[in-house]
C-alpha cells in the first residue's frame, strides 16, 4: 500500500503508475491523479505546445526532430565546456543540447546536485549568466559511432590527454570509469 501524494488515500501499488528508478518502483501520485494532471498540463499550463494546429507537434519538421532524438543508433559525442579557467570532458550518445540542458537541471536538482562535484561546486560560485556561458563554450572534441561502453573509453582517452596537456579539469575523479 502506498499513499498518493496529490489526493493522499492510501492505495494498492497496482493503482500507481511504474517508475523504474523509484524506491517502490512507483510515481508518487496514483493513475488517477496524475491523469488529472496531464489532462490539465496539456490543456492549461501548456496548451499552445500540444495544440494539434498551431502547436509544437504541428509542425511535420518537429517530428523529424523527434525522431532523430528517439534513434537508438546515435553517435557518441565527446564534448569539452570551459567554466572559467577549467574545462570539463563529457560524453553522450543524446543531441549535445539535450545533454547540457540536462547539466543545467541536474545541477538545479536537489536530488542530482553534487553528482559532479568539479563541475557543480564551481557553478555553485558563479551567476545564471556565467553558468549559461559556460554550457555555450561546448565544442565537439570527438564524434564517431559506438556503444556508450566506447564512449566512456573515448571520453577516458580525452580527459586523460587533456590532462597530460596540463588541462586543469573538473573530471579528476568524476567520470573516470574503469
Known sequence: MKECTACNETKSYDEFHRKSYAKDNCQAKCKVCQNKYNTKYRNEIRPDYWNATD????????????????????????YLLKIKDWFYVGMTKAKLNVRLRIHKADYKSPLNHGRMPGLHNLWDTMSE?????????AIILETKAGSRYLGYKTEKKWIQKLKHDGYPLLNDKHNIRQ
Open 55 to 78: 502547436g509544437y507537434f504541428s509542425n511535420k519538421d518537429n517530428w523529424k526532430y523527434i525522431a532523430e532524438y528517439r534513434r537508438a543508433d546515435k553517435d557518441i559525442i565527446v
Open 129 to 137: 549568466d556565467e553558468i549559461n556561458e559556460s554550457l555555450n563554450s
